[in-house]
């Protein structure tokens, strides 16, 4: 009767045929690959196509010389939170639109404050900025971001089909200011938020006015993330001439310019070093806290910080794991099956909520819990001990989990996100992580594969570290600190654990209040409210992106 | 074999725990402990598992013998006898282990251990779900001689595999074996045993390889080096949970408090 209650039951029983307590099981009689729907159809793809192009390609006999994939059952996975089972290979970056459209939304964002040059308007141009004058200025950029011309005659332009997903909206502190904005262009944060959240953002963001500018997605895809800020800047400075009736070419133009360019650009992502090389707005310069303030779960479930670390959890597995560690440093296929774990058939949501419980019973709610080491001894202990048992208690449990670094990210998660709700620290939450990680090597004999897990017989003695050259607060940290830019099966878990205890805190932001407006926006058609419902419509191929070449290509 | 084993002295391992797990992980690691022998593997079927080479094939080298290299002065090459396979200039090469979780005597993280405590001239890995060990090919083939003769082997529960090794989380089959995706091995049901058909990465043997019978799982149950819920739990150990606490603060501490962490 116990098991019943394990919220990975109703996965487990889906995914195996025996009872999930059963120790044994039958091997080698599942028909290899033709037992999933998926690559049946992937061999059907892949024998027309060799007809038509002449060159063989995907071919599973190819496997092990002949031993294909599928001697043991290929199981299906459930995306937790959500009703929906696909397979594995529907949740591969490259097969899930929703994915693709959740890293697209990032790179194709920055945000670019107006306060500075409505200043060189006002006092060295001598021009009058109004909302009347904003709101005309909001529908010449409007024109002009996707790729219209505004200055020059005779000029080429972008056919809209191909950009419609691109625009620029506002955003400011001040009602008074937001009221008179045209509401096309505004992301209002006062029907977006919970009033207790709408209040502080606005304290927090005060008079100003920021603008959300989405460059087209297929910009980013045919540069990349440094270049968004250019484009950006580009047609924000142009919009600026024609709206204001500007000289193009006097010196205050450079300010505009500047202003866009630079002194008032927030990018998503900053650059990384050389020997990862990638522009700003580039998945390896994401930090978490900026991640936890992307994802929106916590203005829609407010009182629920396992669910918002979760959420977050799962689109930073995506970002980091699936696509900087799995595409961007690595490539090919082996980096989604650590990654799924975490947002799959509810295991850690059953070890996240069942370590919150135990929080609320012992120290009274959630971010109550004396910030000490016994709290995380404590908890973090507990967590993983927990964890450990139902592994072991259900078979199945360990075989849907059946390497050590799915296992063991899930259970310093869980240690991790438990710490930080309680404590409602971020750093509380990350060194319980890693008292985690060493419990459960002794416990097992075993963690995760060479390098996956050094780091992390380490990671402990920076956790409280700030200083330069010695730490960072994780909020702050990414998959380019030192530590974490080696591997798999830990950003996300981390950006999860900055979400759960701000989340824990009802913090109304965990880092940047603007960035978390920014991507308040129901224009999007990425729900960021709730990734892995997104990713579950992807892998049902029900998710329609933005960004596509349909308007120039012949129909198909 | 004795110049490739580490000699047993007045230092033992200090691991903490006082369950029969712990007590296990003590008693590998030492080698002052002989490991108990529970089969016999001919040395030319040892080889033939391995497939590195066939039996009675000559080593390849990779230098010449170190007698007629003409080492370099070296304080450290005066203070280290190299090993066999050191000498005679053999190839690097290796076996690999893949232990379940159900149970069997080692685990990745005790297999090194215990290769760092007993053996000379070792490069163990520790992942997950397979432990390989690599030395000098004569070196390598007395010590899986002895890995795979002795308690630390079982024949269902430990697998030798060289490539695609998945299978220790895995639940085991009707007969109690761990899950081999290329089947290197199958269950003789008329003589209980354990049969190799294929080398450790799967290469098929003209000659199958018998590794004796599984034991029983009340036995494997003495001899593991694992915690387990349905075994010994963490939990049931308290000396071995709070040397972990104090290990994970102090390593804290050290790197945030020093003072406080140099009180503790």
């Known amino acids: ?556 | 074999m004795s110049e490739i084993k580490v000699k047993g002295g007045k230092y033992k391992p200090a691991y903490p725990g006082q369950s029969i797990v712990a007590e296990n992980r003590r008693k590998y690691l030492d080698p002052g402990y002989e490991l108990k022998k529970l089969r016999s593997i001919s040395d030319e079927d040892v080889v033939r598992l391995l497939g590195h080479r066939v039996p009675g094939e000559a080593y390849k080298s990779v230098h010449p013998p170190l007698e007629e290299l003409g080492e370099p002065a070296c304080p450290i090459r005066e203070l280290v006898e190299p090993t066999p396979g050191a000498k005679a200039g053999d190839r690097i090469r290796y076996i690999q282990f893949t232990d379940s979780v159900y149970f069997a005597p080692l685990a990745p993280y005790v297999r090194s251990w215990m290769a760092f405590w007993r053996y000379r001239g070792v490069d163990p890995g520790t992942l997950s779900g397979r432990a390989p060990l690599e030395m000098r090919e004569r070196d390598l083939e007395l010590v899986a001689k002895e890995l795979l003769e002795t308690e630390v082997f079982d024949p269902a529960r430990v697998g030798v595999r060289g490539a695609t090794v998945h299978g220790h989380s895995l639940r085991l089959d009707e007969n109690g074996m761990m899950f081999d995706a290329l089947r290197r091995y199958t269950f003789d049901k008329k003589t209980g045993e354990v049969v190799y058909v294929k080398d450790q990465v799967g290469v098929p043997l003209d000659t199958p390889v018998r590794v004796g019978k599984p034991l029983p799982e009340e036995q494997l149950k003495k001899m593991t080096t694992i915690y387990r819920v349905d075994g010994v739990s963490t939990r049931d150990d308290p000396e071995l949970l709070n040397w972990v606490k104090r290990i994970h603060l102090l390593r804290t501490l050290a790197g945030f408090r020093l003072e406080k962490a140099e009180k503790l």
Request: charged share 25%; glycine share 8%.
């Open chain 1, 1 to 556: 009767m116990v098991a019943e209650k394990k919220l990975f039951i109703d996965a487990l029983k889906k995914k195996f045929k025996e009872d999930p307590t059963e120790k044994q099981t039958r091997f080698y009689i599942y028909d290899g690959w033709k037992q999933s729907a998926r690559k049946r159809e992937f061999v059907e793809w892949a024998q027309k196509l060799a007809k038509e192009r002449g060159i063989p390609g995907y071919n599973p006999e190819m496997h092990l010389g002949g031993i294909p994939v599928g001697q043991r059952v290929l199981m299906p996975y459930k995306i937790s939170g959500t009703d929906v089972y696909v397979e594995g290979d529907d949740l591969h970056y490259i097969n899930n639109a929703a994915m693709q459209q959740m890293w697209d939304d990032i790179r194709r964002t920055v945000i670019v404050g107006l306060d500075a040059p409505h200043a060189l308007l006002e006092k060295r141009l001598g021009k009058e900025v109004t909302p009347e004058t904003i709101n005309q200025y909001l529908e010449v950029v409007n024109h002009a971001l996707p790729g219209g011309a505004v200055v020059q005659e005779h000029m080429v332009e972008i056919h809209p089909a191909l950009v419609a997903d691109s625009y620029v909206k506002v955003f400011t502190g001040n009602d008074e200011l937001a009221d008179q904005i045209d509401k096309r262009f505004l992301i209002d944060i006062n029907k977006q938020f919970p009033p207790e959240q709408a209040e502080a953002l606005k304290k927090a963001i005060g008079k100003s006015l920021y603008q959300v500018t989405r460059v087209p997605i297929i910009v980013g895809r045919a540069a990349d993330g440094g270049t968004i800020s250019r484009w950006s800047a580009m047609q924000i400075s142009m919009a600026m001439i024609a709206s204001y009736k500007l000289m193009a070419g006097e010196a205050a133009i450079a300010e505009f310019a500047y202003a866009a360019k630079h002194a008032e650009v927030i990018q998503m992502a900053t650059l990384t070093p050389w020997r990862r090389a990638r522009g700003p707005n580039e998945p390896g310069g994401l930090a978490f806290g900026y991640l936890a303030d992307i994802v929106q779960t916590s203005r829609k479930y407010p009182d629920d910080p396992v669910k918002v670390a979760l959420e977050t959890l799962a689109a930073g597995s995506v970002i980091y794991d699936q696509l900087w560690f799995g595409i961007y440093m690595s490539g090919g296929v082996g980096f989604t099956q650590y990654a799924t774990a975490v947002y799959t058939d509810d295991i850690l949501d059953d070890f996240c909520y069942y370590i919150a419980d135990y929080v609320k019973k012992k120290y009274g709610g959630f971010a109550k819990a004396p910030r000490t080491m016994d709290t995380v001894l404590d908890v973090a202990t507990e967590a993983t001990l927990y964890g450990l048992e139902q592994y072991e208690r259900f078979p199945a449990l360990m075989e849907t989990h059946f390497g050590g670094s799915q296992r063991a990210s899930v259970l310093a998660a869980a240690s991790g996100v438990g710490t930080a709700i309680a404590t409602g620290d971020a750093q509380a939450g990350v060194n319980g992580w890693y008292l985690s990680m060493i419990l459960h090597k002794e416990h097992m004999g075993r963690l995760g594969f060479y390098g996956y897990d050094q780091q992390d017989q380490l990671g402990m003695t920076n956790s409280f570290s700030y200083r330069s050259d010695e730490g960072l607060p994780l909020e702050l940290r990414g998959v380019n600190y030192p530590n974490y830019a080696m591997n798999v099966g830990h950003s996300g878990e981390y950006a999860g654990i900055v979400a759960g205890a701000h989340a824990a805190c009802k913090h109304a932001w965990c880092v940047n209040p603007i960035v978390k407006v920014a991507f308040a926006d129901p224009s999007l058609k990425f729900d960021w409210t709730e990734p892995r419902k997104m990713f579950a419509k992807g892998a049902l191929r029900e998710f329609f992106p933005d960004g596509e070449r349909d308007a120039v290509i012949p129909p198909h």
